[in-house]
């Protein structure tokens, strides 16, 4: 009998001191498998399982999260990311035109969650349809600071879902400008230095200015013809949604353009700690 409670004793003092990073943190998610065509992905798959289905991704990003983003954007119809830490998957985001899951699907009308680890992204201005999903095994960690490499991959995100966006209205996919990226960068940067959220900075330039100053000894791109911003919102994806929820910004997104740039910025001494400009040619 003793020995038995001996035993007992040692079970439950392994279990107590089991690491909780080897588990998942959140057990709510942990069955979550979203389906892209035929394609189906899971919290907990492998890397080399998501490398079966989906191929080597194009790049990899840091993220807020207890994970690196997989990011797969080569083909705008079937845009996912897939975050993976330690050889599993841990996390989800996708905007893909047809996708469906357990917990919401695209085009699902009114669905909501109140899971902190789960965010339905839905479109006030196409009758409250879902468009996007994230979902994580995490939280997001606030830092004191974010790598360049982290705001480049912001900057980066947020260019993959507006494509996204595109394709999924049948609009020709933007190239990437250097020089947009530049001005825009530029104006976030001097949003959250100077601690204004506005297109026009306190000095009086415009989006055109900004432009055209960058762009004075080149015609590669073309002319300005937009500008979104965006502040307080640490991830670029969240920044997206914000932009297809506003008509004018969401206009700007599917409008008549060639090539697009983003500008992301964290300041933590500013009022709203996050800046990002997306800027427009044509």
């Not at 004191?144 to 980066?156: G, I, N, T, V």
């Amino acid at each position: 009998m003793k020995l038995k409670s001996l035993i007992i004793t040692q079970i439950i003092m392994a279990l107590l001191l089991f690491p909780l990073n080897t588990a998942f943190a959140d057990d709510s998610v942990k069955d979550f498998t979203l389906s892209i065509g035929e394609t189906n992905i899971s919290i907990g798959d492998s890397t080399q399982q998501v490398i079966a289905k989906l191929g080597n991704p194009k790049r990899i990003d840091p993220s807020p999260f207890d994970f690196d983003w997989h990011v797969y954007s080569s083909n705008y119809n079937r845009f996912v990311m897939v975050g993976i830490s330690n050889g599993v998957v841990k996390g989800i985001y996708t905007s893909a035109k047809g996708f469906k899951s357990d917990i919401a699907s695209y085009g699902d009308i009114g669905k909501k969650s109140s899971n902190p680890n789960v965010r339905i992204y839905s479109d006030s201005n196409n009758g409250n349809k879902v468009h996007a999903i994230l979902v994580t095994t995490s939280k997001e960690k606030n830092m004191s600071s974010y790598s360049p490499a982290f705001c480049k991959a912001q900057e980066l995100e947020a260019f993959d879902a507006t494509n996204a966006f595109r394709a999924n209205s049948g609009l020709n996919i933007l190239k990437y400008n250097y020089l947009t990226s530049i001005a825009a960068k530029k104006h976030s940067s001097d949003m959250a230095n100077n601690n204004y959220f506005s297109h026009i900075s306190p000095k009086g330039s415009s989006p055109v200015d900004r432009y055209r100053k960058v762009a004075s000894k080149t015609n590669t791109y073309g002319s300005f013809s937009g500008e979104n911003l965006s502040a307080g919102r640490m991830i670029g994806v969240e920044a997206f949604n914000d932009w297809v929820n506003s008509k004018p910004h969401r206009d700007n997104m599917l409008g008549k353009h060639g090539t697009m740039g983003n500008g992301y910025v964290n300041n933590s001494s500013s009022q709203y700690k996050f800046y990002i400009t997306q800027m427009f040619t044509k």
